[in-house]
């Protein structure tokens, strides 16, 4: 049974651009989360979809957003892209019902995005 | 979420017990300590919760003191591959979705 998956596993991009990230859930998850996690630093929350909404929302700005799709896959967005974005962005999947209780999240590997 | 102080590295001899604190001292009641670990190039992966009681499984135990501001996270025969940062979490476990807070961990190294 696969874990997490993310794609791609690096990316380099430059500054004003565009960029999406993947991610499949681990088998019977339907909720997604979504972190940022720069150099030296834990995990920040950007957001979280369940039944292809999103949920909840961390403290970053509008130029990143997201999709769900009906097999529960996941895409991260983040346009006009800052210096700042550099980072390793990590997908996070658990259980059904995934707004309450505590259910196990599984991180992906990341992809780690390059902003010159 | 409560807020966390964890030390920012640790040092263990590889086959000793890892003891690694949190102090949490602005608890509620009815919030829970979760720990998860990142080894590196990799997403973090959890490893225990609990709420009063102490709590043991495969991997590690957690020990809360009786007050609920502080807990440790063991270790009991620390390996190479336990080598990781080490995040202690307080959350409440209903809620707010699965959002997890994490701080800046401790570095865990484990040494021959």
């Known amino acids: 049974d696969a874990g997490v998956t993310q794609s791609p596993t690096h990316l380099i991009k430059t500054r004003g651009q565009q960029v999406t990230l993947r991610c499949s859930p681990k088998s019977g998850h339907d909720t997604v989360s979504w972190y940022q996690q720069a150099l030296g630093q834990g995990p920040q929350f950007i957001f979280q979809?369940?039944?292809?909404?999103?949920?909840q929302r961390g403290n970053f700005p509008d130029r990143f957003s997201g999709h769900q799709f009906p097999n529960y896959s996941s895409e991260l967005n983040v346009n006009a892209l800052l210096l700042g974005d550099s980072a390793l962005y990590l997908c996070?999947?658990?259980?059904?019902?995934?707004?309450?209780?505590?259910?196990?999240?599984?991180f992906g590997p990341g992809t780690r995005l390059t902003v010159t | 979420d409560a807020k966390t102080t964890q030390p920012p590295s640790m040092d263990c001899a590889e086959g000793r017990a890892a003891n690694l604190p949190c102090n949490h001292s602005?608890?509620?009641?009815?919030?829970?300590v979760y720990w998860y670990r990142q080894i590196h190039s990799q997403g973090p992966q959890y490893i225990i919760h609990g709420l009063k009681n102490n709590e043991t499984n495969e991997m590690a135990s957690l020990i809360i003191t009786e007050d609920r501001k502080s807990s440790t996270l063991i270790l009991p025969h620390a390996t190479l591959r336990d080598t990781a940062v080490y995040y202690c979490i307080v959350r409440l476990p209903t809620g707010g979705g699965n959002k997890l807070t994490f701080g800046t961990g401790t570095q865990l190294k484990v040494e021959l």
């Open positions: 996070a999947s658990s259980e059904a019902g995934g707004l309450a209780g505590f259910y196990e999240q599984y």
């Open positions: 979809y369940y039944e292809e909404e999103e949920r």
């Open positions: 602005t608890i509620s009641g009815n919030e829970y």
